[in-house]
């Protein structure tokens, strides 16, 4: 499953699982209600299997008992011969027998003298000489099951001959039976069940509706049942009905009896197969359900993955605002947050980064530039020197009176604007430390801010001051600051040429010391604002500005180890930050400690 989504593997084990829970579970369900079928089956034949041994000994000791019984009752006759066959017949049936069964009587020879059906002699001896009953079969008619109790009769001696004494003589037999058929066996043990008698291998009777079931196919169930499992219960199909089958052997004399005893079980198994069906239909329904809730499952467990994956890939490109999946309580929520915070915490210090890599090129872009122009402005001192001293003595050696005098007094102007210029170029790059000292910030915001209020007032601009009363001073060149603070002032000024607000503020922290100059005016572009340090780049319109202001103050902060931040936005304003490190201001005021103990010592030696 290497090559599934994930929302296909839960899927797929959660069909799997529910299939290999339902769908045996059903078919052992399904097997446990056939299994109840036959086991009903089977016992309800056994018990009619040992109704029907127990009624078949039952019958065969009546037989027995009335054979005796009718013994006795004949043994008075006098003629056992054909000619005493009519007084045997009326004999045999007493008028107060009930017993409509078959009743016979013969000779001693075992011939048949009356009766209700013609047995052979040789069937009548053989049945005589075994105990119990015997199985017999007749001229006509099914087969029957018959007693028989011989006759004897006690004959004297001859007269006069008084040394002999009585002897029994048999005189006769006398029959006491019952046809065998399966609808009287049925009957008489009260049996549910469809029967088939054999006598031997034949068929004599059957209770199994003709109609549905013919003779061919009663002999091939008895012979199909014979070959397969005889004596053992098993499922038949015969005409449209199914049974179970179990063969019962009766105990007699003569041919053997056989019954095939056959339980219809159809309902049932209709009734086991509607259970069945219903199950299936239940089970099923829940594979459906189930499955229906492995997709609930998948889905649930598969969007936020497949989310927080899409937002991995976007964050890998650089995007952190992919979203998120809902917040929830569960581990996929938890781990939504977690990954939250973790992007959150990547995209802040990526921030931060490429804000530090930025302002790194930017300075490294303005100290190169700045160290160019020192160089620049160190090589063309030079030779602006020279020319000034040649136009000096021109004018020295000149006529007063010459009209060509005035362009000479012109270039000498330019010369000494030029001379002003790569000063300033070279000052933004001379280290500041020599002439550093503790300084006041807001004494020298006030002083520039005083020395600005004219032209200020002039503009139609308000000044608000908010200078900290606890702030510490710096270690910092005053005339460079001064400078910087001159030229943001300035740039406020001009910025705000139809009048405005001017803020300026100080304050502290634990780092650094800072001035904020803002302003109300128009604020800076944002194409613009990363141009605003460069040396030359002006926004003023004409020649007012020559774009060396910004370019000088962030040398000069730059110098002392800090730095200029902006805030602008067209129609907004500007905010300029100056920051200066508090780091030199804690030297500056270990020394100054050190110095002011030294002076004493001095003193005092």
């Known amino acids: 499953m290497r090559g599934f989504s994930l929302r296909a593997k839960v899927f797929v084990l959660f069909a799997g699982a529910a299939l290999l829970i339902v769908v045996p579970t059903l078919l052992l369900i399904a097997s446990a209600v056939k299994r109840k079928v036959y086991a009903d089956a089977t016992r309800e034949l056994a018990l009619a299997d040992s109704s029907l041994q127990n009624a078949w000994a039952l019958r065969g000791d009546a037989l027995v008992q009335r054979a005796e019984v009718k013994k006795f009752t004949l043994a008075e006759v006098e003629s056992w011969t054909p000619r005493g066959a009519g007084v045997l017949a009326r004999q045999l049936r007493a008028p107060d027998d009930d017993d409509k069964g078959i009743l016979l009587a013969a000779d001693s020879a075992f011939r048949l ?35 028989v109790a011989e006759v004897w009769r006690t004959v004297p001696p001859p007269e006069g001959d008084s040394t002999a004494s009585d002897t029994l003589v048999r005189v006769g037999a006398v029959g006491v039976g019952s046809r065998i058929s399966a609808g009287s066996l049925q009957k008489e043990n009260a049996l549910t069940s469809e029967l088939v008698v054999l006598v031997g291998d034949s068929i004599v009777g059957s209770t199994l509706p003709p109609r549905a079931v013919s003779p061919a196919e009663q002999a091939a169930a008895v012979r199909g049942y014979r070959e397969n499992a005889p004596g053992r219960p098993q499922p038949l199909a015969l005409g449209g009905q199914t049974y179970f089958a179990r063969r019962a052997r009766l105990d007699a004399a003569g041919p053997p009896v056989t019954v095939l005893m056959f339980r219809p079980i159809r309902e049932e198994l209709q009734i086991a197969q509607g259970i069945a069906r219903s199950l299936f239909g239940i089970g099923f329904a829940a594979l459906a359900l189930a499955l229906l809730l492995a997709a609930v499952v998948a889905r649930i467990v598969a969007r936020p993955a497949q989310a927080l994956a899409q937002a991995s890939k976007r964050m890998a490109q650089g995007d952190f605002e992919a979203p998120l999946p809902r917040p929830s309580g569960d581990e996929i929520g938890q781990l939504a947050r977690a990954f939250g915070e973790m992007r959150r915490a990547i995209g802040e210090r990526e921030a931060r980064l490429r804000s530090a890599q930025a302002e790194m090129i930017h300075r490294e872009k303005l100290a190169a530039m700045g160290r160019l122009v ?69 004494r020298l915001a006030a002083r520039v801010l005083t020395l600005a209020a004219p032209e200020l007032e002039a503009r139609g601009v308000r000044v ?18 001064h400078e910087v603070l001159a030229n943001l002032v300035a740039n406020a000024r001009d910025a705000m040429p139809e009048g405005g607000e001017l803020r300026v503020a100080t304050r502290a922290d634990g780092e650094a010391v800072e001035v904020v100059v803002e302003d109300t005016g128009a604020g800076i572009s944002e194409k613009d604002l990363p141009h605003i340090f460069e040396a030359f780049y002006t926004t003023k319109p004409g020649v007012t500005g020559i774009g060396l202001g910004l370019f000088v103050s962030e040398g000069i902060i730059r110098g002392h180890r800090g730095r200029i931040d902006v805030q602008s936005a067209p129609g907004q304003g500007s905010r300029f930050t100056v920051r200066l490190p508090r780091e030199t201001l804690d030297e500056a005021l270990s020394d100054a400690a050190e110095g002011e103990a030294a002076e004493p010592a001095a003193a005092a030696d």
């Open 374 to 442: 020192a160089q620049l402005s160190h090589e063309i001192n030079n030779p602006i020197y020279n020319i000034q001293n040649c136009l000096e003595a021109l004018e020295r050696r000149g006529d007063p009176e010459d009209p060509n005098r005035e362009f000479l007094t012109l270039a000498q102007e330019e010369l000494r604007r030029m001379a002003s210029l790569t000063r300033r170029l070279l000052d933004q790059s001379r280290p500041q430390s020599d002439a550093s000292s503790l300084l006041d910030l807001n």
């Open 113 to 147: 003298l009356a009766g209700s059906v013609r047995v052979d002699s040789a069937a009548l001896r053989a049945a005589a000489a075994v105990p119990g009953t015997s199985v017999v079969l007749p001229d006509s008619g099914p087969p029957v099951r018959i007693a």
């Open 464 to 481: 608000r001051s908010s200078l900290a009363p606890d702030l510490p001073r710096v270690v910092a060149h005053p005339e460079a600051i």
